[in-house]
Nanobody, 128 residues
Framework: QVQLVESGGGLVQAGGSLRLSCAIS????????TGWFRRAPGKEREFVAA????????KYGDFVKGRFTISRDNVKNMMYLQMNSLKPEDTAVYYC?????????????????????WGRGTQVTVSS
């Protein structure tokens, strides 16, 4: 079975940083399109960041550009989301997700319809 597990969330003050991690079992991150999404209280799920299966095409949501960085470590088989200059509006549950097919160029990296495997999420809370 393919399972994704997020970790690294917590409480941080505005302006601080957190590094989220996503571990996978069942298969690797390499060669699969993978992304991060978030859901804030009272809001719909929002695209945060994604990287295509080659690792060459990276997209970010408008509200996190310049502050967040997505990366994959093929040796450790981990995916990360480095979050800097955090704002209270970044408070949300963050999810990692993966496309079902390997070597598959995504139609839209920013759409949650692109992803088939999802973690259970990790809570990020940013205080003022």
């Amino acid at each position: 079975q393919v399972q994704l597990v997020e970790s690294g969330g917590g409480l941080v003050q505005a302006g601080g940083s957190l590094r989220l991690s996503c571990a996978i079992s069942g298969r690797a991150f390499s060669n699969y399109t993978t992304g991060w999404f978030r859901r804030a209280p009272g809001k719909e799920r929002e695209f945060v960041a994604a990287v295509d299966w080659r690792g060459s095409n990276i997209k970010y949501g408008d509200f996190v550009k310049g502050r967040f960085t997505i990366s994959r470590d093929n040796v450790k088989n981990m995916m990360y989301l480095q979050m800097n200059s955090l704002k209270p509006e970044d408070t949300a549950v963050y999810y990692c997700a993966q496309d079902w097919a390997a070597y598959h160029t995504a139609t839209d990296l920013t759409s949650d319809f692109q992803y088939d495997y999802w973690g259970r999420g990790t809570q990020v809370t940013v205080s003022s």
